[in-house]
């Protein structure tokens, strides 16, 4: 019998009565679920072992919108050469969200003569369209994307957004049919318009920020997005009038200060489909620069039209060599919304930066310009008296006070920040603790730190292949040694991490962190797996322990967590189940290298680095490791076990191994190591199994998810181009090292769900299945339910989009997608 649960069909019905959204869409369980507002436990990203450490705040709101205001702890946060934000070590604050750019060969709206820009400029064809054509994977093609001829210059590399606010995330890429959008979310981009550096001078200069003159060929700069989620609601980032642009951070090489650019767009402004509104002010003060020593040996040899050339440099490491960026960053000032305002009070942070002889490397010890800088050319004169000009200007601020305020501004409470704050210290967050109006002590956490006076100076130094401290000094040591001196160190690299937290009931929580570790390693073809020698150690930590008390005299809530394969309570020296990502290479060869445009010349070349060449490092969850297998343990002994996708095949029979691409200049048997592939990023790290023991090993809970399968959803993707390197002896010719590869944008979603549950000793089982089935739009349509009596159950739902009518239709154009209008029940 068929049974109309819901039908919402009255056509004159307002819009903002839609506010029920999709149900019955399949979600995994979380392996904790709680908060940190008390004391309790911890949730955690068993796939690369992180615990969302969180401290809630305050909760902003107006109409339908809102969203925390949470101080968030994570642990790849903590390195060496990583400095901390405004709130300390470690620590962010979530409080919006921004976009910001990685930029691929040019900045893609970058609008300079004769040169055609990747995103449309209305003179030249784009990069975006000429990447768009049937043979865009070939090696002709390819050749014609990078030709060095001066008379057909374009960029055909798309820049790269990564977006993160409330809870969305994803990138988005520009191309010739518009933006396409790398998300589980189904989001509308919108381009806010252009600015120009003539726009922004007077503000830029203001801020103790002197730039190359030449810095004004930068005639065109992404002014900001509109982001539009399912529900029909705004987020506007960066802003929408040249005359202001306070939510706009800048960037430019630090030597030269030349081409800056538009690097992140903070959230300005959210607008839900009520016209209720958020906004957000934020304010410049001095530049900042983030630097990495650089150091590089090569050797060539170049035979063109029967002339050779040859030459080499040192083979020995030298830190004093580095590069990186000077940036103009913005810091929140306030958030306006109904009946409401959030005040954020900052200052100038006395806290440790970069070494002077850093800063000024250009320089000797004596403030003179090193020897071997050649200063009859002008425009090292130029670099250095730019150097000289910001060097002093380069200043952090600090969080110190959040103030909530009523509609007539007056405070209702405060939130005080205190630091360990030496010049010779990183920024180091003590405490946070919560007043009210008449500023009485109220709630306050303490947090605790592992010797965070021990990690090293800025510079990237001392540290192991993925940039966390393994107190090694590689200055001077030979290219020879380097994968050895970049080792991970077990006991430095868990030096600066979080500890402890005590909470204002008297309770407090501990962390006990380890070193990552993998029994498989990704082999060099990126098609297999190689085993890997024990131990084998990589970059960053892990949870270990987590310990929750209610009391300083209490027993407390313990989870362990062990990563591993095929653990029960009684087995032991079991193999990690960590698959490492890639091992990092420092050195490239090509010998005798037919060049890309004349086949008769040659190169040989050898390269040694002191950053690794390959072109993977982490996964899409900021980690180089995935594990396959984890286990959390409670302090009775029963545990869940839980199964994750990787690389390789899964319970379900299925691998998630990349895809080749097309390639130039590149020998695909031995060198894919360094290939750009196209990546199956997004179907790895998904639960395939959680299944709940009891002490005595005996299964009461087992659930398992079965992902789509469909050939077809390798057609969802984004034509994209990498040029890696190139080596050239000749401006006319070179070896040109490429690579077109697809960014794959499919929703890679649950198809069928299947839990047989058991009584506490293991026996009597239920099971129960449900299947799904999804529209264009990825949302579920169908889901059929099966029970362990074998009798069946249909659900079927519709949204605005599946009906043509009023006020349906003006909901799709308004992107309002996600409201549920009908649900029908069928019985089997």
């Known amino acids: 019998m068929k049974n109309i649960l ?134 002709d093609r390819l050749r014609t994307h990078f030709s ?17 606010f409330l809870s969305y995330s994803g990138k988005f890429f520009y191309t010739s049919d518009g933006w396409k959008v790398v998300s589980d979310q189904n989001i509308k981009i919108e381009v806010n318009g252009f600015i120009s550096y003539l726009d922004i001078e007077n503000e830029i200069t203001s801020h103790y920020f002197s730039p190359n003159p030449q810095i004004s060929q930068q005639s065109r700069m992404f002014m900001g997005f509109t982001l539009t989620t399912e529900d029909g609601t705004k987020y506007i980032f960066g802003n929408t009038n040249a005359n202001d642009i306070d939510a706009i951070e800048f960037a430019a090489n630090y030597t030269n200060q030349q081409g800056l650019w538009a690097c992140a767009w903070q959230l300005k402004k959210i607008i839900d489909k009520n016209s209720n509104e958020i906004t957000f002010s934020y304010h410049k003060n001095y530049p900042i620069c983030k630097l990495s020593f650089f150091s590089t040996s090569t050797s060539y040899n170049c035979y063109y039209d029967w002339s050779s050339y040859s030459g080499y440099t040192s083979n020995y490491i030298n830190t004093a060599y580095h590069g990186g960026q000077l940036i103009i960053p913005v810091y929140l000032t306030d958030i306006t919304a109904l009946n409401q305002k959030v005040v954020f009070s900052t200052s100038i942070s006395s806290e440790l930066n970069y070494s002077e002889l850093f800063l000024r490397y250009e320089f000797d010890n004596d403030g003179n310009p090193n020897s071997d800088l050649d200063l009859t050319n002008p425009a090292n004169g130029n670099r250095l008296k730019l150097i000289l000009n910001n060097i002093d200007n380069i200043k952090w601020e600090r969080l110190n006070t959040i103030t909530i305020q009523d509609f007539n501004l007056n405070p209702t409470k405060s939130f005080n920040f205190t630091y360990n704050n030496p010049s010779n210290k990183r920024l180091c967050l003590y405490s946070l603790e919560e007043k009210d109006v008449q500023a009485i002590t109220g709630k306050k956490y303490i947090f605790q730190y592992n010797d965070i006076n021990a990690l090293p100076e800025y510079g990237g130094n001392y540290t192991d292949h993925w940039g966390y401290f393994n107190n090694v000094n590689i200055d001077g040591h030979s290219y020879s040694n380097l994968t050895n001196d970049r080792n991970t160190n077990t006991t ?185 592939k196209s990546e199956k990023d997004l179907e790895r790290g998904k639960i395939v199994r959680i299944s709940k023991y009891n002490t005595s090993n005996q299964t009461v809970d087992d659930t398992r998810y079965y992902y789509r399968t469909d050939p077809s959803r390798l057609n969802q993707y984004i034509k994209r181009c990498d040029l890696r390197n190139s080596f050239a002896c000749e401006a006319y010719d070179a070896v040109i090292l490429a690579a077109a590869f697809k960014e794959y944008t499919y929703n890679y979603y649950i198809e069928k769900e299947e839990r047989t549950r058991y009584d506490v000793n293991g026996q009597n089982p239920i099971t129960s299945t449900e299947n799904y089935i999804y529209n264009l739009h990825n949302h579920l349509a169908t889901k059929n339910q099966t029970q362990s009596d074998g009798s069946t159950q249909y659900i079927y739902y519709k949204y605005p989009y599946d009906f043509t009518t009023s006020p349906y239709s003006l909901m799709v154009t308004k992107n309002i997608m996600t409201p549920l209008v009908e649900m029908t029940t069928t019985k089997g």
């Open 492 to 676: 430095f690299v868990k030096k600066g991490l979080l500890t402890q937290i005590n909470y204002p009931t008297g309770g407090y929580t501990t962390f006990d962190w380890e070193a990552h570790d993998y029994s498989k390693v990704v082999s060099t073809t990126r098609v297999s797996l190689d085993n890997a020698p024990t131990p084998s150690f990589a970059g960053g930590c892990r949870i270990s322990e987590i310990k929750s008390y209610a009391s300083s005299t209490s027993n407390p809530i313990e989870k362990s967590y062990y990563y591993v394969k095929n653990f029960t309570n009684s087995a032991s020296g079991l193999f990690s189940s960590g698959t490492l990502n890639g091992l990092p290479q420092y050195t490239f060869n090509i010998t005798n290298r037919p060049c890309t445009f004349d086949t008769q010349n040659t190169i040989s070349y050898n390269i040694n680095s002191v950053n690794s060449l390959v072109s993977y490092s982490f996964n899409s969850s900021g980690s180089p490791i995935g594990y396959s297998e984890v286990i959390e343990k409670n302090g009775d002994g029963s545990y869940t076990k839980f199964l994750y996708t990787n690389f390789d095949t899964d319970i379900n029979g299925n691998s998630h191994f990349d895809d080749g691409s097309g390639v130039i200049g590149w020998l695909t048997n031995g060198e894919d190591r360094y290939i750009q």
């Open 148 to 164: 060095i001829s001066n008379g057909n210059l374009y960029d055909a590399q798309a820049d790269e957004f990564s977006f993160n």
């Open 6 to 139: 819901l039908t919402v069909a009255i056509l004159l019905i307002a819009l903002n009565t839609f506010s029920q959204t999709a149900t019955g869409v399949p979600s995994i369980e979380s392996p904790n679920t709680a908060s940190l507002g008390v004391f309790g436990e911890i949730p955690v990203n068993l796939f690369t072992g992180t615990p969302d450490i969180s401290v809630p705040i305050y909760t902003v709101k107006s109409g339908s919108i809102s969203f925390p205001i949470v101080l968030k702890y994570h642990p790849a946060l903590v390195k060496p050469n990583e400095h901390p934000g405004w709130t300390g070590l470690g620590w962010n604050l979530q409080c919006g969200g921004s976009i910001y750019r990685t930029i691929k060969g040019f900045v893609d709206e970058e609008d300079q003569i004769n040169f055609g820009a990747y995103y449309p400029n209305g003179r030249y064809t784009s990069g975006a369209e000429k990447v768009n054509v049937s043979d865009w994977d070939t090696s």
